[in-house]
């Protein structure tokens, strides 16, 4: 076991202790940071480019009533738009707008009908909310006059714009109410990912760790102390506990910095961060599927890094897997709209998906016991089963050598192993 | 007692890698191993640690089979450097030491004192990418020699390094022996071994060619070496029968003879043709039994 615990310390310290592992720490919490903080750097960087000027519109208005009106309405509203009343042609003022010395301009009328009729023309489509907000207010107007031309008193209109009180219910034994699971769906969807990355990430850092020492021969040493299946699970352990401390830096300074954001905007993201409304069991499930997909995926990339000798050639080595990775995201992406689809209640039972998919299916569904139960014993009992194959290929894995970089040498490897 | 190799076999599918060998290293001395490369010596330290198993045959050291409740006694260099390129160099051979059993402070003055020893001091918080292919190969041999083991095994001690350093080298691995440990080591340079081993084996495609004393290597290879400095050219003394092969410098030849008896010959035949400067009867060197006997090999 002591043998276990230095192999351990030291692929956790010296990983921990490098520039780059420092590096990207920083950065990531730095771009939370700043992620939190967006919506008020944006304000404040807007603020500085002078962009807080009005929008100006140049009106024309055949109607000759309609202008007051829309600059009242968009008054009441405080848009940050400013009308301005023109008698210029519309030749003159597509001049204007090409020239972009305007935004846009706007010819109103009546039809035959009392109808509001606008026509918006703009040198760039790509803004949507300088019309939409005229639209809006265009359509509260004509609400408005046909009432008046209706007769028809403010409580007549409002009550005839009254919502229905229109409510879902789900009578799956599986679902949960409409909000609780958009509630969920973002707090899945935020794990899932931290889910997925930290997999990707981590195993592709073993396999590339355990290539390294191949490489550079201090395998043979290492061996040559340790029995191979204790150093590649050591190995294991102590990135994992690397990856668990990074994530718990992020978690934490996420948290920080929503708690902290000067914004103080609620979004999703901030209440997630905020953990309001935060579901207990599902944190729980997210640590237990990444705790466990990560064992999946690492004691594979274990095994896979211990078949190439040259660093190079880890990330062909560790193709396959990568896309089986990639594969369980985008089964479990495909869910976040719906959760109860017949296929991903088959692949969350299917070991390399379950840790994304039956995270999905739990955190998304009120989902017997024995389901995830059922889930995560099928993962455990892969697990051992790969940890106990892998050493066997490992074993003879790391002391071949030569240009190895497919996976028929997986029984060259095993058969060395034995002798 | 030591460490014996009893009629070991190894082999990958159809191919032998090491056929029959047997070999027994007393305590306190050290045992050369040569062979051309392929022939099977990596192969062997391999068993001798452990890390693969013998198809036939038996290893022991001491009465002992060789495990990893061993492995502290047993310091291995091996052939390939191996160490952590991004590591530091105290950082590693404290990391290896502990390995290998040793309390960290113990392993930690352990490697200063080598370090000072070999000379590197400087290179202490270094990492080992930085250092040059000498002096990483001086830390190889502190890592493999700093937990002070009983039983040494050097797979090419002496590659990449300068004469100076090969000599630092030398002395450090014979103090080690002196203070009792035994010693294995291969090499490719015949000098090396003739120095330093009492005993050697030389091997090739995995079959033990000669084995034993050096000395009794010397004397039952027969064959020795005539050495003539003359004016005279010395071409025709090639067809004298029993001198099996002659190199010709600007000074005379050295002809390689069966026995003494041919020497004599070889000498009489000379002072017909005129005088002679220098008339010399060499020992074989084990470079030259290594040729003769590999060569054989490969007819």
């Given amino acids: ?13 010296t990983k921990a202790k490098t520039k780059s592992f420092f590096i990207t720490t920083l950065i990531m919490v730095a771009g939370i940071f700043l992620f939190a903080n967006l919506p008020s750097i944006i304000d404040k960087v807007g603020k500085m480019m002078g962009s807080e000027e009005d929008d100006r519109v140049l009106v024309v208005d055949e109607s000759g009533v309609l202008f007051d009106r829309l600059l009242e309405q968009l008054q009441q509203n405080e848009q940050g738009i400013s009308l ?54 265009l359509q509260n107007i004509q609400t408005e006059v046909k009432a008046d031309q209706l007769a028809l008193s403010g409580e007549q209109v409002s009550e005839l714009f009254a919502p229905i009180q229109f409510e879902k219910h789900n009578i799956s034994e599986t679902a949960k109410s409409e909000e609780e699971l958009n509630q969920a769906r973002v707090l899945v969807y935020v794990l899932m990912f931290v889910i997925y ?58 948290f920080l910095a929503y708690t902290l954001s000067s914004a103080g905007e609620k979004n999703e993201l901030s209440a997630f961060f905020s953990l309001e409304n935060l579901e207990v069991s599902t944190l729980v499930y997210a640590v237990i599927f990444f705790l466990l997909g990560y064992f999946l995926y690492a004691t594979l990339a274990a095994l896979l890094g211990s078949l190439v000798s040259r660093t190079e050639d880890v990330q062909q080595m560790i193709m396959p897997m990568s896309l089986l990775i990639v594969a369980a995201f985008i089964i479990a992406a495909t869910g976040l709209g719906n959760p109860e689809l017949g296929y991903l209640k088959i692949a969350s039972f299917i070991p390399f998906f379950a840790p994304l998919v039956m995270f999905l299916r739990v955190g998304m569904l009120d989902l017997p016991l024995w389901e995830p139960l059922l889930s995560i014993g099928i993962m455990v009992v892969t697990i051992f089963i790969l940890g106990w194959f892998g050493a066997k290929v490992y074993r003879g894995g790391v002391l071949m050598y030569g240009p190895s970089r497919s996976l028929k040498d997986l029984k060259k490897a095993i058969q060395l192993g034995k002798e | 007692m030591a460490l014996e190799l009893e009629r070991v076999t190894k082999r990958f599918g159809d191919f032998t890698a090491v056929d029959q060998l047997s070999l027994k290293v007393e305590e306190g001395t050290m045992y050369g191993f040569l062979g051309a490369n392929g022939a099977g ?54 990391f290896l030491g502990q390995l ?99 005993q050697l084996s030389i091997i090739h495609h995995g079959k033990q060619l000669v084995s034993g004393k050096l000395r009794d290597v010397k ?61 010399e009867i060499e020992e074989p060197s084990l470079q030259d039994i290594f040729i003769a006997k590999v060569g054989e090999g490969h007819a």
């Fill in chain 1, 84 to 137: 301005e009343l023109t008698e210029k042609t519309q030749d003159q003022l597509s001049e204007k707008v090409k020239s972009e010395e305007i935004e846009a301009f706007m010819e109103l009328s009546f039809d035959a009908e009392q109808t509001i009729h606008a026509s918006y023309t703009t040198g760039s489509l790509v803004e949507q909310s300088l019309p939409s907000a005229l639209q809006d207010a």
């Fill in chain 2, 219 to 279: 004397r039952s290879f027969g064959k020795q070496n005539v050495r003539i400095r003359a004016d005279f050219p010395l071409l025709e003394l090639e067809s004298i029968e029993g001198v099996t092969t002659a190199h010709h410098s600007l000074e005379g030849a050295v002809f390689q003879v069966e026995d003494e008896r041919v020497a004599h010959t070889l000498l009489q035949a000379t002072l017909q043709k005129g005088p002679i400067r220098q008339f």
């Fill in chain 1, 197 to 254: 990355f930290a997999v990707i990430i981590y195993s592709s850092m073993i396999a590339t760790e355990v290539a390294t020492e191949k490489s550079s021969r201090v395998m043979e040493i290492l061996i040559s102390s340790v029995s191979p299946v204790k150093h590649m699970f050591a190995k294991v352990l102590g990135i994992g506990s690397l990856g668990i401390v990074q994530i718990l830096v992020y978690a934490v300074s996420g």
């Fill in chain 1, 1 to 13: 076991m002591r043998e276990f615990w230095i192999i351990f310390k030291q692929s956790f310290l």
């Fill in chain 2, 41 to 94: 010596k990596t192969t062997t330290f391999r068993m001798i640690l452990g890390l693969l198993t013998p198809t036939e045959g038996n290893i022991s050291w001491n009465g002992r089979t060789i495990s990893y409740e061993t492995s502290p006694l047993i310091g291995y260099l091996p052939e390939e450097r191996g160490l952590y390129p991004k590591m530091k160099v105290l950082d590693q051979l404290i």
């Fill in chain 2, 100 to 198: 290998r059993g040793m309390k960290k402070s113990a392993a930690k003055s352990a490697a200063l004192h080598w370090l000072d020893r070999f000379e590197v001091p400087q290179n202490t918080n270094k990492k080992v990418e930085e250092l040059s292919k000498g002096n990483q190969q001086k830390i190889q041999v502190i890592a493999a020699l700093l937990h002070d083991p009983q039983l040494l095994i050097l797979d090419e001690p002496f590659s990449g390094l300068d004469p100076v350093n090969v000599e630092m080298l030398k002395k450090a691995i014979v103090d080690f022996r002196n203070s009792g440990a035994t010693i294995l080591f291969s090499s490719h340079r015949m000098d090396h071994v003739e120095e330093l081993c009492e």
